[in-house]
Every structure is written in C-alpha cells, then in structure tokens.
C-alpha cells in the first residue's frame, strides 16, 4: 500500500477485536467485584465404618493333644507354630499339617517338686538378627531365680525350624522357693517393638511388688539386647509399673493401650490398664478394696496345703471374702478397670483381635471377651465355653483369623477346674471367631 493512501477500516470488524480483548482481559487477570458462582465440588459419599468386634463361634477343632501343661503358642513367619511345655521344658513345632515334632528343650526336669507354677513359661519371636532372622525369647524358672533366655531362631529350605546359640538375656529375677509360685511369666513384643514381661510378686507380697529396686511384682520392659530403654520410668531399670500380685496376661489394643490379667488373693481377680510408672496397689489393695487375708481353718485346703499323693491340688474351699468391705480410696495406687471373683476368672493369657480383649481363664474355665469400644473404653464383658474344656491358659490369633486355645488340665490343678480333665488334654483347640457389630 502505498504511503500516502488513506488507512479504510470495518467499523463491525473493529468491534469484534475491541470485544475480544476485553473478554480475554477479563479471564487473564480476573473478574471484578461481580464474581461468577463456582461450580459445586462433587463429594463422594461418606463412607460409613461400623464398629465391631469378635466372639468366638461355629464348630472347633482338636489341633493338638496329649500335651502336658503347654503354657504359650506363638506363629512363625511360615504359618507353623511354636508351642512350650511347663514342666517338660520342651518347644514343639505345630506343623500345617498339624504334625508336632520337638525343635528344642530349654531344661531336663522342672525346677519345682509339686504344686508347681515354674518351668518353662513365656515365649515370644521378634526379626531383630540381620537380614530379619528370628531370635526366640524364653521365660524360665530354675532352681535359683527366674530369667530370660534368647535363641537363635533357625530355619532351612525345607521349612524345618532349629534353637541355636542360647543365652541369658536378663537373670536374677527373685524367685518364691521350691513351689516357684507367683512367677508371672509371659512375654510379648510390643507396638514399641521391645520386649515386655510380665511377673509376680514371687510369693513375696510387698517385699518386692512395692520395692522398685525389686524386678518381682512388676511389668518390665527391655530393649531387645537385654538393655534398659532410655524413657522407662527410671533410669537404668527395667521396671515399667509396680503393686502386681501374679500377672500372666499383656496385650495391646488399636489405640495402643496395654492390657493386663491379674491373680488376686481369694476375692478379686483384675484387668488393668497398664500404664507408664504406676502403682497397682497389691499388697495394700486387692480389686477396688483394702486386702484382708483369708482366714482358712485347719486342715482347709487352701493355698498353703499341697495335698496328698493322691490328690495333689485339692479343690480349697475358700470361707467368706474378706476384701469387700473397705473400698480403697489411695492416690498413690491405681485400681483395676475389671475385678472377677476368682471362681469366675483366674485369667492368664489375654489377647486383643479386631476390636476384642480375648482372657483365657483357668480356674473360671471359660474366655472372657470384652469390646474394646473407644480409647480407654470397654464395653460389656461375655463369657463362652464355660467348664467345655476345663482350665484355659491362652488364646491366641491364628494366621488364618482363628484362635487357638491351650488348655491346661495337667499343670497339677485340674481338680479345680469345673470342666475337670479331658482323655486328649492336654489340647490346643482352634476355633473360628466372627464379627459382632454395635
């Protein structure tokens, strides 16, 4: 065009451009004060999680039989399990097959004559060697004290399992004499992934359970080398929590608190809420009440009487509870959530599976399975297969989602039981559990 030629525009074109501008001006920078409404965000629909919890139920099945005294099973990696005898001092491997076969014993002859709680106790298994082999921890009692051990826990291709390298992890737990009552005795790995065991006053009352110089009467928690973590209560001991009479049970629920089952005297039996440097209270305090000692007339066979030959643990009969009277109302002792009558608990092992606290009783005879419905919060307890199957050491999760129950019909006591003893005792019993919802 040449230079000198006057510029012709189209008033419609320049209209559109002008237009175009202004539009994208406003979707660059923003609108003005008039804001457009947004589109609604779609939100998925709340998903609603029912609260539960298990009980046992449907047909059970004999795993094992001719046991004598089994006092812990646990699950190896495989699927197989490990399971010891008190007084054998026996570990047998439970194949899938349910084949039992001995993999190692920890002692030739248990450390007690008669009326005997000691021997080989607890057990637990943690991936702590390199490349996540297996160590085998052992509570077991002698002739001079009670201790820990710890195994190399070995296996080969063929799936066989094998104790090697044996060693004392921690040793001069104070025992109670010959009878070794009160031992306590059960291990477990906990969220922490250290080593918690549980023990009993050693038939020392407040000599040791209100000594925390004293391991006896305490819950004990240990780095899995055997070393004192640095945040237990205090420094340089292995002592957690004190005031316990003879705990066998410790289990963790989904919030993290641990659990205990307590033998009392002859009135109360307690779970606890296990916590951080506290005092349960035993000697002074039996359930939520001042202890009283049970007066036992004469030749009533109560828990000094070892009985006869014939009949080594007689059935006591236990006059009036005495520790029912006075509540105990002590800011340096911490009752117990639970207290049972001991005809109606005698808890050792208790574990938690999805949403329930699962007490194996002995001289009760049944489980006790409480909910677990909030942070610190149970719900009704139910008891199941009340005198079925005699006294019941533990019961623990299986692999597939089972439980596995031992009983403990020849520990000496059976007689006690209401379920009496079984031809096959003793056994260890699976049985399904299904899903309660509330």
């Not at 298990?54 to 795993?63: R, S």
């Not at 999805?354 to 009760?364: D, E, K, N, P």
């Not at 610190?376 to 089972?402: H, I, W, Y």
Request: charged share 25%; proline share 7%; hydrophobic share 35%.
């Amino acid at each position: 065009m040449p230079e000198n030629q006057e510029r012709r525009t189209d008033p419609l074109f320049e209209f559109i451009v002008v237009g175009s501008l202004i539009l994208g001006a406003i979707f660059a920078f923003g609108p003005g004060k008039s804001e457009a409404t947004p589109l609604p965000e779609e939100k998925p629909n709340p998903v609603v999680v029912k609260k539960s919890y298990v009980e046992p139920t449907g047909k059970v099945q004999v795993i094992a039989s001719g046991l004598r005294a089994p006092w812990e099973v646990v699950f190896l990696p495989d699927g197989q399990a490990l399971v010891d005898e008190r007084d054998s001092g026996s570990i047998l491997l439970v194949s899938k097959d349910l084949k039992v076969t001995k993999v190692g014993f920890t002692n030739t002859a248990p450390p007690c004559e008669k009326f005997c709680e000691g021997g080989t106790l607890g057990m637990a298994i943690a991936a702590d060697r390199a490349d996540e082999k297996l160590s085998l921890f052992v509570f077991q009692t002698t002739s001079k004290d009670n201790r820990i051990l710890k195994y190399d826990l070995n296996t080969d291709d063929a799936g066989s399992w094998s104790l090697a390298a044996k060693r004392v992890l921690i040793q001069g737990i104070e025992r109670s004499g010959k009878s070794t009552t009160h031992n306590g005795g059960r291990l477990a790995i906990g969220p922490d992934d250290k080593l918690w065991v549980s023990l009993g006053d050693s038939g020392m009352r407040g000599v040791t359970s209100q000594n925390w110089k004293r391991l006896a009467g305490s819950i004990l928690r240990m780095n899995l080398d055997g070393t004192v973590p640095d945040d237990n209560p205090k420094k340089n001991s292995f002592v957690w929590a004190k005031g316990l009479r003879d705990t066998q049970g410790m289990a963790w629920d989904n919030f993290g608190n641990m659990w205990t089952t307590e033998f009392g005297q002859d009135t109360w039996d307690e779970l606890n809420l296990m916590e951080k440097g506290k005092n349960y209270g035993w000697p002074i305090a039996e359930g939520f009440f001042k202890f009283v000692e049970t007066p036992l007339e004469p030749g009533n066979p109560g828990s000094n009487d070892q009985g006869t030959a014939d009949n080594p643990a007689p059935k006591p009969t236990i006059p009036s509870m005495p520790s029912n009277v006075e509540m105990l109302n002590d800011s340096r002792f911490t009752p117990p959530v639970l207290a049972w009558h001991p005809s109606e608990a005698a808890c050792s092992g208790i574990t938690f599976v999805r949403g329930s606290l699962i007490s194996a009783c002995l001289r009760g005879g049944k489980l006790w399975v409480i909910p677990v419905i909030g942070d610190k919060q149970l719900g009704e307890p139910k008891e199941f297969f009340k005198g079925r199957f005699g006294r019941l050491r533990k019961a623990t999760v299986a692999p597939d989602g089972s439980m596995w129950i031992i009983t403990s019909n020849k520990d000496g006591r059976g007689g006690w039981s209401s379920g009496g003893e079984n031809p096959q005792d003793d056994r260890i019993i699976r049985v399904p559990l299904k899903t309660v919802y509330y």
